[in-house]
């Protein structure tokens, strides 16, 4: 039996609300439904919510068996050390950091990404930085200088923002596959949204978008490969995040064009299928 295990996670904020219905349920539902759906946890996002919304939430994700992982927005570089604090209070396996200190220039970066790591280790909470747009990773050639520049940052893959800021074509080319290796080989979790060079998030059974599903199915397997390569232990935590508008495209009646419900369900079933490939075939071998 292996001791690697793959862990499903979706968002609070992804689920508010969870489908075009445009419908918010209350913590205790969305709890229940997130469970029994089979998912191991739920993300807190403090830049969609606020530590009250997390401190609320909290009892019920517990009461479902839902793991929190904390993601935080830290406008300074000191404010970090509360979020961590509270972070290892609530159990997070770590804190997903879209760092709102940005300095213009990587050696102004250096520095930031290199006190948040020292103050993790303080606290012994984990950090990794998620790709994001606005937020100190925002640009994908600057987070490459930065991983280079500091080897022990850890990175959390979005891989939509960096499609929509390099505006990247299909096919892909070599040098564009061979940056976005770089970024999965330093990653230890990983997030589910597909985008397209001018959509952070696409409907997944639209034809017209068959091409970036198949681009970023491609993206979640390389990514699963490579953390089982370096992990041989331990959780690999794959993030289901599909947002609500305006992340989510509607129509002239605001109405979404898509079940964001289940398509996040059709990703996580997508991945847990290549994760049992992957265990199957090592098993074998």
Not at 34 to 58: C, F, K, S, T
Not at 174 to 181: H, K, N
Not at 260 to 275: D, F, G, P
Request: glycine share 6%; with cysteine.
């Amino acid at each position: 039996m292996s001791s690697r295990k793959l862990k499903t996670f979706t968002s609070l904020w992804a689920m508010m609300p969870h489908d075009d219905s445009g419908t918010i349920l209350p913590y205790d539902r969305i709890c229940e439904m997130v469970a029994a759906a089979g998912y191991d946890g739920m993300a807190i996002d403090l830049g969609a919510g606020d530590v009250a919304q997390a401190r609320e939430v909290r009892p019920h994700m517990e009461r479902a068996g839902l793991t929190p992982l904390i993601v935080a927005f830290p406008k300074s570089v000191e404010s970090l050390r509360e979020t961590l604090i509270m972070a290892k209070d609530f159990g997070a396996p770590f804190v997903d950091v879209i760092g709102q200190v940005m300095p213009l220039s990587v050696d102004g970066m250096i520095p930031v990404i290199r006190r948040w790591i020292d103050m993790a280790d303080e606290v012994g909470m984990p950090i990794q930085f998620e790709t994001h747009r606005n937020c100190i990773t925002n640009d994908l050639y600057a987070t490459l200088c930065l991983i280079d520049a500091v080897p022990e940052m850890r990175l959390c893959a979005d891989l939509s923002h960096f499609v929509v800021d390099r505006e990247f074509k299909l096919p892909l080319e070599a040098r564009d596959a061979g940056l976005i290796r770089r970024i999965i080989e330093r990653s230890d979790s990983f997030q589910g949204r597909v985008a397209s060079r001018q959509q952070i998030q696409l409907q997944l059974d639209f034809p017209q978008h068959a091409k970036w599903v198949e681009l970023f199915r491609g993206w979640w397997r390389d990514g699963l490969e490579s953390w089982r390569a370096r992990n041989t232990a331990g959780d690999c935590i794959f993030l289901c995040e599909l947002g609500p508008p305006e992340y989510a495209m509607t129509g002239a009646d605001g109405r979404e064009m898509s079940n964001r419900w289940e398509e996040a369900l059709l990703i996580r079933q997508w991945v847990i299928e290549m994760w049992a490939e992957m265990e199957a075939t090592a098993t074998q071998g």
